[in-house]
């Protein structure tokens, strides 16, 4: 029996929990992320808890991730510019999409139309066609396909999509072009829609394929630089990371696949909590998951977390199973303000993250955050992490004061006030 270490990934702190299977003992730590390069936090907790454990990285057999690497590329708009390859007279699906509008009545008029993961130009039609039994009516034209992985590569496209009409019952036409994308664009991921969500509805499977080929060249140099970081450390264990359904895939896995963590973050809560109802007897949960960035509730009924068959990160919504989760802007680091239109006392979903982080941390934050308002109210000590982390209570102080002057009140009640707006928004 080794050892298994679980590594949770956040927008501000990096937490590490390192469990002795043979003995049941634990050693926990939490050091700032970098959200330049996720790896080297995380490089930097292995190194601090393996010290304090005692333990040397090659006795850990197993390595368990949670982390947002996919989430943020989609909410940041960091993706992949993608190719999309597509049936004949369909190129337009993304475009399309369906005709539902979120808002109220006049939500046609102010809805923002969210701009495709796969742009028009960068959306090609090729011959050949399936019928919905799976029989070929028109073979795969092959000069069409070559044509049109010359333009996008030519296009300078980072991932290749393949979706065609049917494919989820008879992929051949798929799988040759994928066969030939690969062969004249090598370097260059390629997703197939029968293999990521072989399911009838064509724009759910192309829209959730391309979203698929849109993180997976970011999710893969990130695992690959985790992978390499990890091996250095003398850790040679196996690297898992976490669906958003709360389960777990390999990492080679998660790199074809990425679709499928894009909420694998949020899920590590989830299913914390469910361990803890299980052992304690709770059989009823709502949990509460608050974070630097944002804040995460799930509710658990009879030990059975509640899923969903889709994935909704910001505007996207993709055909992928994940627990669910309710995320609000509310953490941490969420940022407080006074509009100078309603001279009303807002807070995030901006956030300061881990930098500069709140003003705080003393790494050069100038905004007033919820921390901030927590440290001048006193619910947080001035040292943290065992004293290693020193909060700048007086700096803290000085950006509090801010929101005060903008609303003609006192220090605490501007504080107060922060922590009474943030506590709404998690419990609407």
């Not at 050693?27 to 959200?35: I, L, M, Q």
């Not at 337009?92 to 979120?102: K, T």
């Not at 080679?252 to 909420?263: D, G, R, S």
Request: contains cysteine; proline residues 5%; aromatic residues 4%.
């Amino acid at each position: 029996m080794g050892y298994r270490l679980g590594v949770d990934v956040g927008g501000t702190f990096t937490d590490l929990l390192l469990f002795d299977e043979a003995t049941g003992a634990f050693w926990r730590h939490k050091t700032p992320s970098t959200p330049h390069d996720s790896s080297e936090g995380i490089l930097t907790g292995v190194t601090a808890i393996c010290e304090k454990a005692g333990v040397d990285p090659r006795e850990i057999e197993y390595f368990l991730h949670g982390t947002t690497v996919a989430t943020n590329a989609v909410l940041e708009g960091k993706g992949a510019r993608v190719g999309l390859i597509t049936t004949e007279g369909y190129r337009h699906v993304l475009q399309i999409a369906r005709s539902y509008v979120p808002g109220g009545l006049a939500g046609w008029i102010i809805w923002p139309k969210p701009v495709p993961l796969a742009a028009l130009e960068d959306t090609m039609t090729v011959g050949g066609r399936i019928d919905a039994a799976g029989n070929e009516v028109r073979p795969l034209d092959e000069e069409s396909v070559k044509t049109a992985l010359q333009k996008l590569k030519e296009q300078g496209v980072e991932a290749i999509t393949v979706s065609l009409i049917n494919a989820y019952v008879n992929g051949d036409h798929e799988a040759r072009i994928g066969a030939m994308a690969r062969e004249m664009m090598q370097d260059i991921p390629v997703s197939l829609s029968h293999e990521v969500l072989p399911e009838m509805q064509e724009y759910e499977r192309t829209l959730t394929t391309v979203a698929n080929a849109a993180v997976r060249p970011v999710v893969s140099r990130y695992v690959s630089s985790l992978r390499d970081k990890l091996a250095v450390s003398g850790m040679n264990g196996k690297l898992s990371l976490l669906r958003s359904d709360g389960g777990l895939m390999s990492a080679q896995k998660a790199e074809e696949q990425p679709v499928n963590i894009l909420m694998s973050g949020p899920a590590g809560g989830v299913t914390g909590a469910l361990w803890v109802g299980r052992n304690s007897g709770l059989r009823n949960i709502l949990t509460l998951d608050v974070g630097g960035t944002s804040t995460d509730v799930a509710l658990i009924e009879n030990l059975e977390p509640r899923r969903v068959r889709t994935t909704e990160v910001g505007h996207l919504s993709v055909r992928a199973s994940s627990l669910d989760v309710k995320t609000v802007g509310a953490g941490g680091g969420s940022i407080a303000y006074v509009p100078e239109l309603t001279k009303a006392l807002r807070v995030g979903p901006q956030s300061a993250g881990a930098v500069p982080g709140p003003v705080a941390y003393g790494k050069g934050g100038e905004l007033p955050t919820v921390t901030d308002a927590n440290v001048v109210l006193g619910y947080l000590p001035e040292n943290l992490l065992g004293g290693s982390f020193k909060l700048d209570r007086e700096g803290a102080k000085r950006a509090v004061q801010t929101i005060a002057d903008a609303l003609n009140i006192d220090l605490m009640a501007a504080a107060r006030g922060i922590i009474d707006i943030v506590n709404e928004t998690r419990c609407a």
